[in-house]
C-alpha cells in the first residue's frame, strides 16, 4: 500500500519560505512522476509542480520562479521550496505519486501565507 505524509507546512509572512516534504512509502519511488498540487478555499485542486523519473521538471506560470521541486529517491522524498511567498499561496498542499497510471495522494498540509 502506498502511503504519502506531507509536512513542513505552517504560516509564514509575505516574502518568507517553507520547505514542504512529502515522504512516499512502498516500491518503485524512483520510477514514478512526483508532483505538488494545492487547493484554496472554494477554488480547484491545481497543479503546483511535478518532477519526472527523469528528473524533468515543469511549474505553474504563477510559482515559477520561486518555487523549486526536488527529489531524494534514497530517501523516497519529494520536495517543494517555496520563496518569496504570497497571500495567494495560501492553500493546503498535496503530494501525488504517478506510477503506471494509478495516482496516489497525501493528506495534504496547510500553508497560510499572511500580508
Known amino acids: 500500500q502506498v502511503q504519502l505524509v506531507e509536512s513542513g507546512g505552517g504560516l509564514v509572512q509575505a516574502g518568507g519560505s517553507l520547505r514542504l516534504s512529502c515522504v512516499a512509502s512502498?516500491?518503485?519511488?524512483?520510477?514514478?512522476?512526483m508532483g505538488w498540487y494545492r487547493q484554496a478555499p472554494g477554488k480547484q485542486r491545481e497543479l503546483v509542480a511535478a518532477i519526472t523519473s527523469g528528473g524533468s521538471t515543469n511549474y505553474a506560470d504563477s510559482v515559477e520562479g520561486r518555487f523549486t521541486i526536488s527529489r531524494d529517491n534514497a530517501r523516497n522524498t519529494v520536495y517543494l521550496q517555496m520563496n518569496s511567498l504570497k497571500p495567494e499561496d495560501t492553500a493546503v498542499y498535496y503530494c501525488k505519486r504517478t506510477v503506471w497510471g494509478k495516482d496516489y495522494w497525501g493528506q495534504g498540509t496547510q500553508v497560510t501565507v499572511s500580508s
Open positions: 512502498g516500491s518503485f519511488f524512483s520510477r514514478a512522476t
